[in-house]
């Protein structure tokens, strides 16, 4: 991957080629960035440019051999792990070995994507993948043995904030001290799950979400839109590509998310005093349970951006405001008066315990009946401000 396909982060580009041709490259480094900024496609082109030897983001002047393999993802010095889990193909002690096959079909179609398209494509929707201590002990196997090129070897660690605490032990000497011409890069959406000691040892880059242009140009460049078509997805995406993408095709999970959501307010509206309604609350519960709990976490997301974004139109943020509901009878514009300084605090507790809850296997359908109660009361609520 060349620093020329990558969108914008032109800082960051800069940053990274001007250390290289210098000699210094860090032994350790961490990127986080918002899903969709290009943290991966970003360190695949870094790795790319080091073991290539390449001089500029059009990879003249290097290895034309070694910028095939990349254009492959079959370099033999540039090893990966990311999040895994068992399924039908791999039934016992997962590694990402295993799953290079999906990996490489994820890079070509979406280097932008994210762990929720990584899972679909595993098929594990229904589980929690993670870097475990079986990935860490092959961590330490293949970085023991010598480059295959006699240069630089460079591990990337996809979602880092997937590694469980015997993991990031295991690995925490290693990339303190790795073998010479090693260079690890790790990629995270939230560096605040990483733990400190792994944090510390790592010299960290920041990526900002992309720009509206940046994205509006891509789409169009890519996808033949027309500049106005392009605009409009671009606002929408709020600097996300990956989401970008699914919007054009109609195959966000967000569609099918505002259409829970939609149901969920309204059937919460209801509630107050209706048997009838919190019949359909606890229906609505067991549905969304039927759903993998990585599902139903990043439902749980979209519905804590919604509330937000529901609240800054309530208080005239319009121009911080991207998202337009497609469910018909359903404003915005309606809806945000009932989000507001008396409640958005404690929804937003409320949401991200009951993520909390999930992800570590509670009841489902328990947590999300009890929240589902708890957001009837808080969107009755009176604001403070308005009284």
């Given at each position: 991957?060349?620093?020329?396909?990558?969108?914008?982060?032109?800082?960051?580009?800069?940053?990274?080629?001007?250390?290289?041709?210098?000699?210094?490259?860090?032994?350790?480094?961490?990127?986080?960035?918002?899903?969709?900024?290009?943290?991966?496609?970003?360190?695949?082109?870094y790795a790319q440019y080091i073991l290539c030897g390449n001089?500029?983001?059009?990879?003249?002047?290097?290895?034309?051999?070694?910028?095939?393999?990349?254009?492959?993802?079959?370099?033999?010095?540039?090893?990966?792990?990311?999040?895994?889990?068992?399924?039908?193909?791999?039934?016992?002690?997962?590694?990402?070995?295993?799953f290079m096959e999906e990996w490489r079909q994820l890079i070509?179609?979406?280097?932008?994507?994210?762990?929720?398209?990584?899972?679909?494509?595993?098929?594990?929707?229904?589980?929690?993948?993670?870097?475990?201590?079986?990935?860490?002990?092959?961590?330490?196997?293949?970085?023991?043995?010598?480059?295959?090129?006699?240069?630089?070897?460079?591990?990337?660690?996809?979602?880092?904030?997937?590694?469980?605490?015997?993991?990031?032990?295991?690995?925490?000497?290693?990339?303190?001290?790795?073998?010479?011409?090693?260079?690890?890069?790790?990629?995270?959406?939230?560096?605040?799950?990483?733990?400190?000691?792994?944090?510390?040892?790592?010299?960290?880059?920041?990526?900002?979400?992309?720009?509206?242009?940046?994205?509006?140009?891509?789409?169009?460049?890519?996808?033949?839109?027309?500049?106005?078509?392009?605009?409009?997805?671009?606002?929408?995406?709020?600097?996300?590509?990956?989401?970008?993408?699914?919007l054009i095709y109609q195959d966000s999970e967000d569609i099918?998310?505002?259409?829970?959501?939609?149901?969920?307010?309204?059937?919460?509206?209801?509630?107050?005093?209706?048997?009838?309604?919190?019949?359909?609350?606890?229906?609505?519960?067991?549905?969304?349970?039927?759903?993998?709990?990585?599902?139903?976490?990043?439902?749980?997301?979209?519905?804590?951006?919604?509330?937000?974004?529901?609240?800054?139109?309530?208080?005239?943020?319009?121009?911080?405001?991207?998202?337009?509901?497609?469910?018909?009878?359903?404003?915005?514009?309606?809806?945000?008066?009932?989000?507001?300084?008396?409640?958005?605090?404690?929804?937003?507790?409320?949401?991200?315990?009951?993520?909390?809850?999930?992800?570590?296997?509670?009841?489902?359908?328990?947590?999300?009946?009890?929240?589902?109660?708890?957001?009837?009361?808080?969107?009755?609520?009176?604001?403070?401000?308005?009284?």
């Amino acid at each position: 991957m060349l620093f020329s396909e990558i969108l914008g982060q032109n800082h960051i580009k800069n940053h990274l080629t001007t250390s290289v041709d210098a000699g210094r490259i860090p032994h350790a480094q961490l990127f986080v960035g918002p899903e969709g900024s290009g943290t991966l496609p970003m360190a695949i082109a870094y790795a790319q440019y080091i073991l290539c030897g390449n001089t500029d983001s059009e990879n003249s002047n290097g290895n034309e051999a070694c910028n095939l393999k990349f254009k492959n993802i079959s370099h033999p010095d540039l090893h990966f792990a990311f999040p895994v889990t068992s399924n039908d193909k791999v039934k016992r002690h997962p590694i990402s070995n295993h799953f290079m096959e999906e990996w490489r079909q994820l890079i070509d179609q979406q280097p932008y994507g994210n762990l929720f398209d990584w899972y679909k494509l595993l098929g594990v929707d229904n589980k929690q993948g993670q870097i475990g201590v079986d990935e860490a002990h092959d961590i330490v196997k293949s970085l023991a043995l010598k480059s295959y090129e006699g240069g630089y070897k460079v591990m990337l660690i996809w979602m880092a904030e997937k590694m469980n605490t015997a993991c990031a032990n295991k690995l925490l000497k290693l990339i303190e001290e790795p073998p010479e011409k090693t260079v690890f890069i790790l990629i995270a959406e939230d560096e605040e799950q990483i733990i400190n000691t792994i944090r510390s040892r790592c010299q960290v880059l920041h990526f900002p979400p992309l720009a509206e242009a940046v994205i509006s140009d891509a789409l169009v460049k890519n996808y033949e839109l027309d500049v106005s078509v392009a605009t409009k997805i671009a606002h929408q995406s709020n600097g996300n590509y990956n989401k970008a993408c699914d919007l054009i095709y109609q195959d966000s999970e967000d569609i099918q998310f505002e259409k829970w959501f939609v149901l969920w307010v309204r059937s919460a509206f209801k509630a107050k005093g209706n048997k009838t309604a919190i019949r359909d609350l606890i229906s609505w519960s067991e549905e969304i349970a039927k759903t993998g709990r990585e599902t139903q976490k990043q439902f749980l997301q979209f519905c804590l951006n919604y509330f937000r974004q529901a609240m800054l139109l309530n208080y005239n943020a319009n121009e911080l405001v991207y998202i337009e509901p497609k469910t018909e009878n359903f404003k915005l514009e309606k809806f945000a008066p009932f989000v507001h300084d008396s409640n958005i605090l404690d929804i937003s507790k409320e949401l991200q315990d009951a993520m909390y809850h999930i992800e570590r296997n509670g009841n489902s359908k328990i947590i999300l009946t009890d929240l589902s109660i708890k957001l009837t009361r808080l969107l009755h609520k009176k604001s403070q401000l308005k009284n």
